[in-house]
């Protein structure tokens, strides 16, 4: 029985939400929380942002419970991850300023990892993702270099967004060592991860 177009392209969309559901559970059923320590020093990058932009340092979150993982929520972030990584095109710190640890928005089109992080969370916050589920991560990477990735915590785990990873990975397959983030209920406050040295993120990364 040849099955009419109605009837296939209904089979199609079907399967096609299938799959992306598919992809949605297996990426969220592989993540954990992070094991988050005490307080702990702000990297000058973001101290100097502060200083610049101290509403946006100075946010305390009422609702500190993860963001609720769903399939929309894992869209955004597949979406916000390839879009700010394909918009923006890397160039240190020291080339854009002269200077290295300048945390800024990449408003002409260019930066490193820690604007790629900031523009990722503006983006996911005016989507509708709390700021306490979206914190700045200092991470150090298997060659040794300090670099700066976005976390997302979730009700499935917690996820990193990497302008050197188009995919959105759970934080514990990313190969890095993870130093420092963003407290979830002050957003101009770090807490420890690990124990670590202080990195700089300013690279080209």
Same mark, same amino acid.
């Given at each position: 029985?040849?099955?009419?177009?109605?009837?296939?392209?209904?089979?199609?969309?079907?399967?096609?939400?299938?799959?992306?559901?598919?992809?949605?559970?297996?990426?969220?059923?592989?993540?954990?929380?992070?094991?988050?320590?005490?307080?702990?020093?702000?990297?000058?990058?973001?101290?100097?942002?502060?200083?610049?932009?101290?509403?946006?340092?100075?946010?305390?979150?009422?609702?500190?419970?993860?963001?609720?993982?769903?399939?929309?929520?894992?869209?955004?972030?597949?979406?916000?991850?390839?879009?700010?990584?394909?918009?923006?095109?890397?160039?240190?710190?020291?080339?854009?300023?002269?200077?290295?640890?300048?945390?800024?928005?990449?408003?002409?089109?260019?930066?490193?990892?820690?604007?790629?992080?900031?523009?990722?969370?503006?983006?996911?916050?005016?989507? @509708?993702?709390?700021?306490? #589920?979206? $914190?700045?991560?200092? =991470? /150090?990477?298997? &060659?040794?270099? +300090?670099?700066?990735? *976005?976390?997302?915590?979730?009700?499935? @785990?917690?996820?990193?967004? #990497?302008? $050197?990873?188009?995919? =959105? /990975?759970?934080? &514990?397959?990313? +190969?890095?060592?993870? *130093?420092?983030?963003?407290?979830?209920?002050?957003?101009?406050?770090?807490?420890?991860?690990?124990?670590?040295?202080?990195?700089?993120?300013?690279?080209?990364?």
């Amino acid at each position: 029985m040849i099955s009419s177009p109605m009837a296939r392209k209904v089979r199609v969309c079907a399967l096609a939400g299938l799959v992306l559901a598919a992809g949605w559970s297996t990426a969220a059923s592989a993540a954990g929380p992070m094991a988050t320590g005490g307080p702990t020093s702000q990297p000058i990058g973001h101290y100097d942002f502060c200083k610049t932009n101290p509403a946006e340092c100075s946010i305390r979150p009422g609702d500190l419970s993860p963001a609720t993982m769903t399939g929309s929520l894992w869209r955004k972030m597949l979406s916000v991850n390839a879009k700010v990584n394909a918009s923006v095109k890397p160039i240190s710190d020291f080339d854009i300023y002269g200077k290295d640890e300048v945390w800024a928005y990449p408003a002409k089109g260019v930066g490193d990892c820690e604007d790629y992080v900031l523009e990722k969370r503006r983006e996911l916050n005016r989507l @509708g993702v709390s700021y306490a #589920d979206l $914190l700045m991560t200092v =991470v /150090r990477k298997p &060659d040794g270099e +300090g670099h700066a990735v *976005l976390t997302v915590r979730t009700s499935k @785990g917690d996820y990193i967004l #990497d302008n $050197l990873d188009e995919k =959105v /990975r759970s934080w &514990d397959r990313t +190969g890095y060592r993870f *130093l420092k983030r963003q407290a979830i209920d002050n957003t101009g406050r770090w807490v420890s991860i690990r124990d670590g040295q202080q990195v700089l993120v300013g690279a080209v990364q």
